[in-house]
């Protein structure tokens, strides 16, 4: 990305949002699960369906859903094949309605696709035998499938980091500074990461533009992040912010992007978050809460996340000076 | 790879093409699909098998093909055993004809094999139960090498980016560069994307020499690639291109090879992708059309992607200045 | 983290230790196991459970206990629902009183989990049916998570580096340099071995605040570590080390934060591991012992990791100057 | 690693090797395979097993032929539980002579183990049934750590790099270089290859001491591998090597340490090889043969790997002056 405060026609482009849609939209561009506020037409339905995509990022509970779904599916068609083989087809079978036999074809079907095969009841003829044969292999792919995706779903890692719910503009060493808050939810350790924020505004000269510029940040990178991490914009006068007041920002509908990137010890991979503050979700003159705790014992540092999005009023540069 | 524009000589069996072959062939080094138009002899068969490489890379079909051919293979080799065990060697069998004993062995080695196991035919015989040890052994490694197999199916990154059909010669910027564009096909989202390219053509100064020259870009890497990215190689006077013609291109059997690498976060993996353009697949004196769409509800950024090959035409500059 | 020695205030926080919590604990940040010393509250219970995270990492005795243990649990509830289907439901199962039925009830359900399926008692009626296709796919899901869950175990690295047990301060090159040794104690190769160390102290400016500094290494990267590498940064007049005596550091409070990482070639993946010495795990004025040996045959360069720990006395500088 | 000519002393001991044994050794420090050429002892018997590596690294024929040999270990310890639970423990089993009931308990462990489960034998007794049910959790965990095991060698990439037999002092632009070639032996692609080279030498000026000095290359890196590549050092005025003669990296115990590092598309992973020439190894004015195949139909770039270690006699530099 690497962009300086004066690139701003290239940029446009290269971010992928196209400056006249871009402009028109008065949405956000990164929502706020990281997602990208952007929708794809022209695909064939194969691109579409992403199946992998689908099956690694649902939730653990449609997940199971759909696996019991087509597991009673696939047994159910096993079920009809073998009622379609005749009346003789399955030994110990009762004879009786075509109901009852469908049922006890499908329980004879999930013995055999589960590989339980009781033995009650058993094929009899070379077609029932044909479709246990197909029933088989069959349940030895699914087995395998879901495993796989089972496996995929685990090695996925997702980092589960805690923006605060403002960006802020604090004073910062005698001057201001934009900052947001990020903490770590979970228990994974996430080493060597890094941080960038890139400021979306209409662009003043070109109406219906955009333009992006990345902010210089006081640092971009810890080695590790075992408990919280402010993220500091210094507000210089290099800074494209400088000067700006809250309804500068709004009127520009400005658009700050952030783009997180670590190492995930726990899955030993590297994963990537983002998220973005609007105009309107900014603060001014406050500055983040402490998170740290006193413990009685005194025996580590303790950190209450809950209180990430905590602020407090400072007084104002100006006021301060008054 | 780091190519200065200046750097030819050294640069050509770098690149892993013979000079005096690379020149001697009409065809292209790096064919549509990114792979390389490359033949190599003198390996072993083990080298030349590279199951596993086609054991991920076959179609999901004749993958599922192969399984179940490999499934009914190994049964009939077990039948063939049973039945060389003996006529008494499985009880519970109805005796008969050669071919209705196979493939009554047949059917009890896919309950054997796929540790179904009814029970209405068993091994009788120390043969026999042998046999069934070595097949319940084979079926739990066989078991074991599909779920690794769908599991690296699974796993394997695919970088799915639609190349445009052309690579162009556009007005930029007063001057006119060399742009190609690239859009994302699926959903998968790939950060940290960097493109490379390089230019090959026969070198004028050593007949049947070919020379590689990396072309600068506007821009190399961008962080995000959600729509499309239209890739830029400024024609100023450093570049080798400045001041061909179309023919010129094609006399000196110009390729544009392009190398994508990027960070998928679907499969949390670098993926790398390639193409090139030969002389004949560039446009001259057009632009890409927009592949912005407006949408009534103006909910998000929206874009067509099978219009990613679309081109206008634009006034020549000549034209232009005239 | 690129600290520059002269870099106190801001690096406090960006450490993610909160500088006056962490200065009131006189406890360690890196716990000798390369842990943090940090408590995090305000998380959800499910962040709190940071399951897979306690799967991956608990020993295999502990892992392989519970999942028994759940098999076990899984397969009570199942007899409980056969039980509750009523005495008819499995065919082949003797009457008796509650709990030779349940123990009956248990044994068929554990041949129903795993797939067993002698099939001396099955399902007759239609709940029993219904509960026994329950159990069948919960097995094929339970498998699937079983086999998920070893083979993250498996492929997850844990970089075994034994540390000295003391960092010293050695004679190096006319001054002194602080030093500390590392050794692989696995077979697994790790290639591109990076070390950084920061010093943390107590600020003298600034009562009950923290300074961090990264220390210079006279090398901060290895291409390869077969045996040993001893860590060196020496103590010249730019290092914040300069002029200290052991008691300086204890009364500041020091502690020396290391962090490594490199590529095990083994598992194919980035591994990281950290460890800390504080002031009292100093040693002054010794050195290294050799931890290399001499082989009778001399047929390869041999270590004896388990004299890692061992240090020489050396003459201090003042006594070899007086 | 990033050694620069003129540090000797301090590299010494950072390539983990001491340099006093190092120098006793008349040995490679890296074998032909790439592994070191080092002994660890000290190590627990724990960290000696490195079970993980071994049952990774080993051949696809003995691990076959471990899993068959534990598979049938277990179910002999399972046959004797069995028989030790009584003789009215297995119903439907025969009562003979105690090889006949072991054999068939053997047997019926293996229709438990494998879940294949036929049910002419059934545990009768509440021993029996106890066993069969730790068996079947064995079985379960078994099939996942088999399962596990195998993917873990299917995902562990291996780069199959062909090194030329003898390195090589050819000419070069009118001085010599010191040059090796590789080939890529398998169809996985190689991307981004990244070579160095440390010639390891004794220190003429401190006896039984070495020095570690990386050479320049002309290039060290390569965007993609596709054939073969000639790894060159020119030997200037700069080089380590200027002015010697075969004899004096005789008499010197020279160690040319190749590392190679790149990206396998196959895998979707780095992969790491190494090699080592000797002095003895080298050849002195000849140059490699082409590679490189006229094919009739000229369709591609055609390469013979066989042909890699295939030199060339040329005039030497003297002779040719003369």
Same mark, same amino acid.
């Given at each position: 990305m690497d962009l300086r405060p004066n690139e701003t026609e290239a940029n446009d482009r290269d971010l992928g949002f196209g400056s006249e849609v871009a402009a028109r939209s008065q949405r956000r561009f990164i929502n706020p699960d990281g997602s990208f506020n952007v929708e794809r037409h022209g695909l064939g339905w194969r691109a579409n369906l992403s199946l992998y995509h689908q099956l690694i990022s649902m939730s653990w509970l449609r997940f199971v859903g759909l696996v019991v779904a087509l597991y009673l599916l696939i047994n159910a068609v096993f079920a009809l094949a073998y009622v379609a083989c005749g009346a003789q087809a399955l030994a110990g079978a009762i004879s009786g309605p075509l109901a009852a036999r469908l049922l006890q074809a499908f329980f004879f079907s +999930?013995? $055999?696709?589960?590989? #339980?095969?009781?033995?009650?009841?058993?094929?009899?003829?070379?077609?029932?035998?044909? +479709?246990? $044969?197909?029933?088989? #292999?069959?349940?030895?792919?699914s087995v395998a499938l879901v495993t796989g995706l089972v496996f995929a779903r685990f090695s996925h890692p997702v980092a589960d980091i805690v923006f605060s719910r403002h960006g802020i503009v604090a004073p910062y060493r005698g001057i201001t500074a934009f900052e947001f808050r990020i903490a770590n939810s979970r228990r994974n350790q996430i080493v060597d990461l890094q941080a960038r924020v890139i400021l979306a505004t209409l662009d003043p000269e070109r109406p219906g533009k955009r333009i992006f510029r990345q902010l210089h940040l006081e640092r971009d990178k810890v080695s590790f992040f075992p408990l919280s991490w402010t993220v500091v914009h210094p507000i210089d006068d290099d800074s494209p912010l400088a000067g700006l007041a809250p309804?500068?920002?709004?009127?520009?509908?400005?658009?700050?992007l952030i783009l997180l990137s670590g190492f995930d010890e726990t899955f030993s991979q590297i994963v990537h978050t983002r998220s973005s503050y609007k105009a309107h979700e900014m603060r001014w003159n406050v500055k983040f809460s402490?998170?740290?705790?006193?413990?009685?014992?005194?025996?580590?540092?303790?950190?209450?996340?809950?209180?990430?999005?905590?602020?407090?009023?400072?007084e104002t540069p100006a006021a301060s000076a008054s």
């Open positions: +999930v013995q $055999t696709f589960s590989t #339980v095969g009781y033995g009650g009841v058993e094929p009899a003829s070379l077609a029932a035998n044909i +479709v246990m $044969t197909v029933e088989s #292999v069959t349940g030895l792919l309804t500068d920002l709004e009127r520009m509908e400005a658009e700050f402490s998170m740290f705790e006193s413990t009685p014992e005194d025996r580590s540092v303790a950190m209450d996340i809950s209180r990430i999005h905590e602020l407090e009023e400072v």
